[in-house]
């Protein structure tokens, strides 16, 4: 089977309206979201409203495309025309899921051009608002930063609407120290955009702990020494893969549809993003469009919107083929369902689910987590994920590792003690699910 570099299997497709990597006028207006293809206001405050609006051709004005999420000032665009081919189609499924986080966005002609290369600015600006920090990047405060790189008046005049953006990720730490210039219009490599995300992560800790780590890729010597450490965080965590060669290609520039999926995997483990997410077992059919998800030991009602994309075998389906005992991840927007994933099948024999406390790991000659062992107990009428004591019946338990891991939650969090939820079949862990509670 062919392998690309990021792998394809992961989830998401929505976009919003306003434009990322497009013209500077257009990514710098920040009322584009207000416009629903017509230039008025849609009048519906904070109110959801499915609008089906037709769009023929690239050019036509800047019309809003195809079907569209409208939340008072924002739009939500979908199925972009051009995203066509066995190449980039798998996208779909992470731009859907990022959509409600307002991150990775699409052009005015309706386009989102997944083949095309991603500048550092686009990327930059991406892991910010996939950070959370969008408002605050945009604020006037930020916007009116006096930049210290030597490229700053380039920025402020060929980019004005990033100096936030740039301004914020200096303020977080996405750059390094030895950064003297931004250089917002060269490539993205696929080593630069995972130092970027690791960073984002807040795990720059444990990358610089990690430096001397042997990645087994033919081509690991092309990999400069101070960035080993965070390439092996990534494929720890499972956000980015080498290619079927075995090679890394560090310098690769990454196209919008690569990083679309390594923003959504990065997503999945990033602190506060988990306050728009659930995970968990779907407990009963949608009815009522409410949907029940067992996260951990709690359970989740969750209002499912009538007209949420829901993904199950890589296939764009409807709620009603959600099933009893399947594996979700939900994306929340306004605390309503708009995204779905059955990331695990419910009807998949030999199926399991496991809570218990994260106590340890190891990894295979490549990095990445070949097994996981977590400690379980009983608490009389507590459980697992409560981080109650233990009473006298505490047993560990190992579990091996699927090479298709998935990791929801912040990762941060990864430690002894932490409370998770494992769920996979055939014996090999396939989800990793960590829990927000802090012991």
Known sequence: MKTSSFRKVMIGGLTMAMVIGGSASAFADGKKGNENGNGKNNGKGNQLEWRWSGYDKPGNGGKVPYNTLVNGNINIIFNFHDVKGGDVEWVTRNLASLAPLRVFEGYEDGSFQPRKTVTRI???????????????????????TELNFKDADKIAKKYPWAVGYVAVAAENDLFTETDQTVNPEAPASRLWATTLLVKAM????????????????????????????????????????????????????????????????????????????????????VSDNKLTVKKGNELVQVNVDPNAFVFKDGKQVTAADIQKGDVVKVRLYNNTAIFIEV??????????????????????ETGRISSITVTQGTYGNNDTVTGDAYDDNVTKATYNVSKELRIIGDSSKLVKGQPVTLSGKDKLVELIQIHNVTR
Request: proline share 3%; charged share 25%; net charge negative.
């Open 122 to 144: 686009e990327a930059i600006t991406a892991a910010v608002r996939l950070m959370g920090l969008r408002e605050q990047a945009e604020s006037k405060e930020e916007m009116s």
């Open 343 to 364: 990331v695990k099948s419910g009807a998949d024999q030999n199926q399991f689910v496991v809570n218990g406390l994260f106590d340890s790991l190891k990894l295979d």
């Open 202 to 285: 807040k795990l720059e800790g444990e990358a610089k702990a990690k430096m001397n780590t042997k990645l087994d890729f033919r081509d690991a010597n092309s990999i400069p020494a101070g960035s080993v450490g965070y390439v092996a965080v990534a494929l720890e965590r499972g956000l980015i893969d080498g290619y079927e060669n075995n090679t890394f290609r560090p310098d690769k520039p990454v196209t919008r549809a690569e990083l679309a999926a390594l923003l959504d995997r990065t997503g999945d483990q990033l602190p506060g993003v988990g306050q728009s997410t659930v995970a968990g077992v779907v407990q009963g059919a």
